[in-house]
T-cell receptor
Framework: DTGVSQDPRHKITKRGQNVTFRCDPISEHNRLYWYRQTLGQGPEFLTYFQNEAQLEKSRLLSDRFSAERPKGSFSTLEIQRTEQGDSAMYLC????????????FGNGTRLTVT | EDQVTQSPEALRLQEGESSSLNCSYTVSGLRGLFWYRQDPGKGPEFLFTLYSAGEEKEKERLKATLTKKESFLHITAPKPEDSATYLCAVFTGTASKLTFGTGTRLQVTL
């Protein structure tokens, strides 16, 4: 169990640019989540995949955000035309198919939009 | 909508000074309550899952308890390395995601 891996750890971009983040879940986990966390707040749910199917999206996820999980393995989160309000920590988590198993988080990608 | 409220927002303890963190929840159909620890710049680290009222879980200096309306994380004789933000989250029957509280920032000093 090598844990959930996220890349990059930090990203600084200018307003209006597009960014893409990658998440590699724990290998045997079929469920993958994206969360966003700002300073002093708890993580906020963005979207959820079961295998390659995106089953739920938050109302927080505007049209500028898109997530994919091709072949049910790694996932990418893309933000188009970034805004300063997108600055946050983007966390990926995975969980196994067993009942109410916990989410296991990666160490996140910190995005700063200047 | 599921709601999770944690208190206090911040807590400063001296080493060895025991205390409790509170997590109250309003949900429909609780399927599990989770406690996580988060260090600065890192993702949340799983601590405990509680499934039903009356359940208790322990790990080192931490003990989590659950009632029908709230959960407590008791910290006994804390050490400086227990300093972190502690997050509570709920998993309910109407959703396939965890809903988090805003956390309690714990600082333990010598």
């Amino acid at each position: 169990d090598t844990g959930v891996s996220q890349d990059p750890r930090h990203k600084i971009t200018k307003r209006g640019q597009n960014v893409t983040f990658r998440c590699d879940p724990i290998s045997e986990h079929n469920r993958l989540y994206w969360y966003r966390q700002t300073l002093g707040q708890g993580p906020e749910f963005l979207t959820y995949f079961q295998n390659e199917a995106q089953l739920e999206k938050s109302r927080l996820l505007s049209d500028r955000f898109s997530a994919e999980r091709p072949k049910g393995s790694f996932s990418t989160l893309e933000i188009q035309r970034t805004e300063q309000g997108d600055s946050a920590m983007y966390l990926c988590a995975s969980r196994s198919r067993e009942g109410n198993s916990p989410l296991h988080f990666g160490n996140g990608t910190r995005l700063t939009v200047t | 909508e599921d709601q999770v409220t944690q208190s206090p927002e911040a807590l400063r303890l001296q080493e060895g000074e025991s205390s409790s963190l509170n997590c109250s929840y309003t949900v429909s159909g609780l399927r599990g309550l989770f406690w996580y620890r988060q260090d600065p710049g890192k993702g949340p680290e799983f601590l405990f899952t509680l499934y039903s009222a009356g359940e208790e879980k322990e790990k080192e200096r931490l003990k989590a308890t659950l009632t029908k309306k709230e959960s407590f994380l008791h910290i006994t004789a804390p050490k400086p390395e227990d300093s972190a933000t502690y997050l509570c989250a709920v998993f309910t029957g109407t959703a396939s995601k965890l809903t988090f509280g805003t956390g309690t920032r714990l600082q333990v000093t010598l």
